[in-house]
């Protein structure tokens, strides 16, 4: 079946520090690819999406892009702040009525 | 705009009381589902509905849950009776279609804590 795969956390950085998230999918055809961030106490939020191969989402400094030749979506930000401490989900819809997530990655952010 | 608004934000309660959450989804969005997060399983979807239909009730633990969703604007999520192993925080997502691009839209959450 469809699944996404996410790098273990925590992720551990200093301010302004460059941030990878590695995710990586399995999926037929060609799936829409989204990041959502979720803040302590709050629910999840989108944070990018992309629909199609190459296609570049971003906001708020990160970026992912859709590299169908490697089944990739990896979240990227060039100087992280205290503030992006949070856990990210890389999700996937293949088309259906669902969102498939992956396990999330906290990152933590220090000063 | 309003996001998708839960209630109560927290409930504390004991072993087999009943527990009702409820969720007002965004205007509009014709889809709802429920999630349940928790340390040792991470997100989990429990039941979604599609204009005010249960589509896929899978996910759902057990009978002791049940989910209803009378009218366009709000949806419950009920335990009864409620055990300790149901504590978690239980979401509320709503979207508008499905298919290619399109974002679920999550509220708050519902902590809650059975004793």
């Known amino acids: 079946g469809n699944s996404v795969t996410q790098m273990e956390g925590p992720v551990t950085l200093s301010e302004e520090a460059f941030l990878t998230i590695n995710c990586t999918y399995t999926?037929?055809?060609?799936?829409?690819l989204f990041w959502y961030v979720q803040y302590p106490g709050e629910g999840l939020q989108l944070l990018l999406k992309?629909?199609?191969?190459?296609d570049k989402g971003s906001n708020k400094g990160f970026e992912a892009t859709y590299r169908k030749e490697t089944t990739s979506f990896h979240l990227e930000k060039g100087s992280v702040q205290v503030s992006d401490s949070a856990v990210y989900f890389c999700?996937?819809?293949?088309?259906?009525?669902?969102?498939?997530f992956g396990t999330g990655t906290r990152l933590q952010v220090f000063p | 705009d309003a996001g998708v608004i839960q209630s109560p934000r927290h409930e504390v309660t004991e072993m087999g009381q009943e527990v009702t959450l409820r969720c007002k989804p965004i205007?509009?969005?014709?889809?709802l589902f429920w999630y349940r997060q928790t340390m040792m399983r991470g997100l989990e979807l429990l039941i979604y509905?599609?204009?005010?239909?249960?589509?896929?009730d899978s996910g759902m633990p057990e009978d002791r849950f049940s989910a209803k969703m009378p009218n366009a604007s709000f949806s419950t999520l009920k335990i009864q009776p409620s055990e300790p192993r149901d504590s978690a925080v239980y979401f509320c997502?709503?979207?508008?279609?499905?298919?290619?691009?399109?974002?679920?839209?999550f509220g708050d959450g519902t902590r809650l804590s059975i004793l």
């Open positions: 997502a709503s979207s508008f279609r499905q298919g290619a691009g399109q974002p679920q839209h």
């Open positions: 992309a629909t199609k191969a190459d």
């Open positions: 205007s509009g969005h014709d889809y």
């Open positions: 509905f599609n204009n005010n239909v249960p589509i896929d």
């Open positions: 999926a037929t055809g060609y799936p829409s």
């Open positions: 999700a996937l819809n293949d088309g259906t009525d669902k969102l498939i």
